[in-house]
């Protein structure tokens, strides 16, 4: 399992990014996809997570500002940040649960991991 996360940067307070997550190494159609954050001295905490079985998401975080979607045909999944504030600056990370049928923000039920990718909000 092989998970590449894209799409970080900087972003000044207010604007917006798309995350992106690439999966591969894996052909289960059951498993999840989770997004988490971690900034400097915090524990990872989750943000959205999606089942691809039927596209359900659960849930958003702060709704309206983190929505998850995805593309089934390249098996992207996506995470949409919308009036970003600095405290939102982290490391955002993309998770696989192979084999689940419904998603959880616990980092734990998470075996593969992408790299990472920074978001930094600042003016």
């Known amino acids: 399992v092989h998970l590449v996360e894209s799409g970080g940067g900087l972003v000044e307070p207010g604007g917006s990014l798309r995350l992106s997550c690439e999966a591969s190494?894996?052909?289960?159609?059951?498993?999840?996809i989770g997004w988490f954050r971690q900034a400097p001295g915090k524990e990872r905490e989750g943000v959205a997570c999606?089942?691809?079985?039927?596209?359900?998401t659960f849930p958003e975080f702060q709704k309206g500002r983190f929505t998850i979607s995805r593309d089934n045909v390249n098996k992207r999944v996506y995470l949409h940040a919308d009036v970003l504030q600095p405290e939102d600056t982290a490391v955002y990370y993309c998770?696989?649960?192979?084999?689940?049928?419904?998603?959880?923000?616990?980092?734990?039920?998470?075996?593969?991991w992408g790299q990472g990718t920074q978001v930094t909000v600042s003016s």
């Open positions: 999606l089942n691809n079985h039927d596209g359900s």
């Open positions: 998770a696989a649960d192979i084999g689940a049928w419904k998603c959880r923000l616990l980092p734990f039920s998470y075996r593969h």
């Open positions: 190494g894996f052909t289960d159609d059951y498993y999840a």
